[in-house]
């Protein structure tokens, strides 16, 4: 039912044998196979092992590298493109409470280092110690404002499709880094913010 039927000639044809736009007969399976067949171990695996550690090190070169001069092309998939530096160019374009909550709390800390040696500085210390609480409600309510208003402009300047998530995350993280310890290194000055 399903099969040829008897009295059909069976005999190839020239047009069989090479289909029309090949240019070239099928190859067989075991010469397709022994051309894609590699050595799952390389003979040298000393060399292989430095070949490989060479390749990784150039990678962080120019990724650290790039890091530091702004290159979009060599840095990390969570700093590259246009919306992510108009991010960290805002960000570093203007003073954040976050970035002084490090030094206080330092500060704050040798206080109350300070109050175990001298017990008058006890009551001082602890009101430092509760100020640091409201130092970073501030601070994170200003970084949670910005991150909103930039979330609007990134809409406004590149469309809904392009915002992407964890805007509002990056730009808090930034807000809290002190500016020379960021990474991408700021490429603006302070005051000059992005159009």
């Known amino acids: 039912?399903?099969?040829?039927?008897?009295?059909?000639?069976?005999?190839?044809?020239?047009?069989?044998?090479?289909?029309?736009?090949?240019?070239?007969?099928?190859p067989r399976r075991r010469d397709a196979e022994a051309r894609n067949k590699r050595p799952l171990v390389p003979t040298d695996?000393?060399?292989?092992?430095?070949?490989?550690?060479?390749?990784?090190?150039?990678?962080?070169?120019r990724m650290n590298q790039a890091m530091v001069t702004g290159d979009d092309q060599h840095m990390p998939a969570q700093h590259r493109g246009p919306v992510r530096r108009f991010l960290r160019d805002y960000v570093d374009a203007r003073w954040n409470l976050g970035e002084l909550f490090l030094p206080i709390a330092a500060l704050i800390v040798l206080i109350m280092l300070g109050a175990s040696f001298i017990p008058a500085l006890g009551n001082v210390a602890l009101l430092a110690f509760?100020?640091?609480?409201?130092?970073?409600?501030?601070?994170?309510?200003?970084?949670?404002?910005?991150?909103?208003?930039?979330?609007?402009?990134?809409?406004?300047?590149?469309?809904?499709?392009?915002?992407?998530?964890g805007v509002i995350l990056y730009v808090i993280m930034r807000a809290?880094?002190?500016?020379?310890?960021?990474?991408?290194?700021?490429?603006?000055?302070?005051?000059?913010?992005?159009?």
């Open 176 to 195: 809290f880094q002190l500016r020379r310890t960021r990474l991408p290194k700021p490429q603006i000055k302070r005051g000059e913010f992005p159009s």
């Open 130 to 165: 509760y100020s640091l609480y409201i130092i970073v409600f501030i601070a994170l309510a200003d970084a949670i404002i910005l991150a909103v208003r930039l979330r609007r402009k990134v809409r406004a300047k590149y469309g809904q499709e392009r915002v992407g998530r």
């Open 45 to 61: 695996r000393k060399a292989a092992r430095r070949e490989q550690r060479a390749k990784y090190a150039e990678a962080r070169e």
């Open 1 to 26: 039912m399903f099969g040829r039927k008897k009295n059909e000639d069976l005999t190839p044809t020239v047009e069989d044998e090479t289909p029309a736009g090949k240019g070239r007969p099928t």
